[in-house]
């Protein structure tokens, strides 16, 4: 292995990243590296985030800036806001004794005019995302003109976005004579295409295998019923008490579901799509980078941006429609040296997908078996004595309350406390899934005569505390707007008065933290949601749709609920406020040690969320 210094690179720069604890270059960059700094010809990079690959651009790009010349010299192309900030930011850091390099983000959903300041001043390096980069282009505020180095990072993922006309837009911008670097884990066609139109003869450095899958990451899946995937979910995050990990749902209103559905029984666990708006995802997105939430269910687009490098799994709540999202999902685990597992929780008509995804890992799935209700409880009690083995004990603190709590307990035997100790924390836990039933793995045969819905049928959700619908003649409608979006019942109403063009009555109306629901007469609903969704309010776009069981009190399948914030989208929808509310009450609750069922749906009490 080679030194930083015999890959070429500079001793100011060097300085910086020994700082940052860069002792040796990983293998991305000892390719990469010494390759930038001394060609000019193109190159393509296959490997995946958390491979060092922004250092493998960044120090060469950095390196050859000539901060004399004061105007833009190298191109970051990426896909989402978050990755854009970590790379400037990152070569903020490595050019930390480069005197006067100036690096600037370029991206949505900040303010543009101090964007085009800092372009007015001077910049030696762009770092954009397209959509962003093309609107200042447009205002004739940035000049591309002089720029060397182009770097288009994440590719697959920016043509996933659709971003493949703006950067052909970018590109018509930068002279033909610069050189270009494009980053993908994956090389689907699309990729393949930018490669053979813009770049000449590229070098192509393969860090591990062509679409190879994080050789540290265990994959299994576990094959299910679909009416039983959520319970399979509970029990995978009960098995493994110390998890750390993402829930990928296909679809925003799957996402908040199981969010919604997991806080109310007790997980420490929160939601991140689109319909959030950026300072809601930038918040949830801290919680969990600090590990102040332990399971963050997320759609492929929102965890983009999302930089974590200690995930213990990735759960995929179902597969993606398109396999290569797989690699980018299980991708996100066993970084940085670490091992860890990706899950697919299946259904039988998913198999063919399996397959299809172990040739494209080039590795095998494991086929799990859901963990009983007796595993689970064994693995929490070892989790629990671990704790017990291995919690700091304040001296300080608690010595003034000891002798009592001793004098108290003085009857006592050891062993007899240790039994309390265990009981206290486990019987309900036990009590719960002595009479769960087991979780039954499907046959290709009996599959066939179930439906395939992706998510408890309407039945089971019914099932839920306080499900009642909308009035008579009414359809209840969800939108994603809330309090956060200082939306209050009049503003909900002027809102509806002047998107949809006829006059419409407005019935029940709950504002809840981030989204509401309204009541419209059942004839104009279809009317209303096609008036007001894609809408703007304050900037943000309006999506409204039917509640979950959003119909009428008439029939049996009717969900929704009067409870104000306790209501909403079918029964889960608790306000974000009411989360911490609920996280605050199950740390209470766990005090008096209550446990999780299958059975007990919504009362998974006592969970102690373990990084807060
Ligand atoms: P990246 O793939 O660029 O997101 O990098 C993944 C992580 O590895 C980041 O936290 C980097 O700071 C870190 N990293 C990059 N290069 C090195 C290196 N040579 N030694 C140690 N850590 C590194």
Redesign the pocket.
Known sequence: MKTFEELGVAANIRRAIEE???????PV?EEVIPYLLGETTDVIALAQ???????AFGLPVLQKINVKENVPQALILCPTRELCLQIASDLADYSKYIDNLRVLPVYGGSSIESQIKSLKRGVHIIVATPGRLIDLINRKTVNLGDVKHVILDEADEMLNMGFMDSIDEILSKVPDSRQMLLFSATMPKEVAKITKKYMESPKEITIGRKNESTSTVKHVYYMVHAKDKYLALKRIADYYPDIYGIIFCRTRRETQEIADKLIQDGYNADSLHGDLSQAQRDYVMQKFRIRNLQLLVATDVAARGL?V?SLTHVINYGLPDDIESYTHRSGRTGR?GKTGTSIAIVHVKEKGKIREIEKMINKKFEQGTIPSGEAICEKQLFSLVDRIEKVKVDEEEISNLLPSVFRKLDWLEKEDIIKRVVALEFNRLIEYYRDADEIESPTERSSRDRDDNSFPRRRDRDQRPNGRGAERGYSRLFINIGRTDNVNPATLMGLVNDFVPEKVNIGRIDIMQNFSFFEVPEKDAQKVIKSMSRQEQNGRRISVEVAQGGGSDRGSDRGGNRDGDRGGRGNFGASRSDRGQQRRNSDSRSKSSSRPSDKDKGHRKGRKPKFS
């Open positions: 940052m604890g860069y002792e040796n270059p990983m960059q985030t958390g491979t060092g690959k922004t250092a930089d490098d940085a």
